[in-house]
């Protein structure tokens, strides 16, 4: 895709969608394992950041064996909805998402540790219920951690190249997002031009993120610290 434009509206569409369709499910394992103690803990952790660790390729690979036509979830899908995510703009969204769950689940469990739950305990004693404590006491002093983590996924995101171009292949003006479209430039003799604009708009786009989640982190440190 020449459109930078149109390249950059893909890819940010593809990362918002990832990282909101990821957030709730990241917020919710950060908190399991912050707060909750039970077998199979580790393997659970372990399993959460296994896409950090392992090829992206591979990541890409599971996901076609799981929503392809023959698979479990491509089944369901077809079932329910009659669509497929493959060779789609969703599809990247879910690779997306998935890369970038790892780094999201991991700044917001910090920033829950960090919470000293004797707080929680003493908005309890006063009569709060447990859920009432969470969402008045703890939810609040971790959300700048939480954000944090929501705007470092967001980064990641935007940073997805393996395993979205194994899964769903590169479109143009479907699934070619930032990464897809500096590969494609590459390949073309007179590409150059187009690679140092796309290569300028990633890096600006993600320094800002990147800068934005250390803020919010710092933030969230001085906010534990004065309590």
């Known amino acids: 895709m020449d459109d930078l434009s149109g390249v950059i509206r893909l890819s940010l569409l593809v990362g918002g969608v990832a990282t909101a369709a990821a957030l709730p499910v990241a917020f919710a394992l950060a908190?399991?394992?912050?707060?909750?103690?039970?077998?199979?803990?580790?393997?659970?952790?372990?399993?959460?950041?296994?896409?950090?660790?392992?090829?992206?390729?591979?990541?890409?690979?599971?996901l076609l064996l799981a929503f392809a036509p023959a698979g479990p979830l491509g089944r369901m899908l077809e079932a329910a909805f009659g669509a497929s995510v493959l060779f789609r703009w969703t599809g990247a969204a879910i690779a997306a998402g998935v890369m970038a769950l790892p780094l999201m689940v991991r700044a917001m469990r910090l920033s829950i540790e960090a919470v000293d739950v004797r707080l929680e305990q003493a908005a309890r004693t006063l009569g709060a219920s447990r859920w009432r404590a969470y969402a008045t006491v703890t939810v609040p002093l971790a959300l700048p951690g939480v954000l944090a983590g929501t705007v470092?996924?967001?980064?990641?995101?935007?940073?997805?190249?393996?395993?979205?171009?194994?899964?769903?292949?590169?479109?143009?003006?479907?699934?070619?997002?930032?990464?897809?479209?500096?590969?494609?430039?590459?390949?073309?003799p007179d590409g150059e031009a187009l690679v140092w604009r796309l290569a300028a708009v990633s890096v600006a786009i993600s320094l800002a993120a990147l800068v934005a989640s250390e803020a919010l982190a710092r933030r969230a440190g001085r906010g534990v610290r004065v309590l």
């Open 31 to 62: 908190w399991i394992l912050a707060r909750w103690r039970f077998p199979g803990k580790v393997v659970l952790d372990a399993v959460i950041h296994l896409p950090l660790v392992v090829p992206p390729v591979v990541t890409g690979w599971v």
């Open 152 to 188: 470092l996924g967001f980064a990641r995101s935007l940073g997805e190249f393996g395993a979205t171009i194994t899964f769903v292949s590169n479109v143009p003006g479907e699934t070619q997002t930032l990464p897809l479209a500096i590969y494609a430039a590459l390949q073309r």
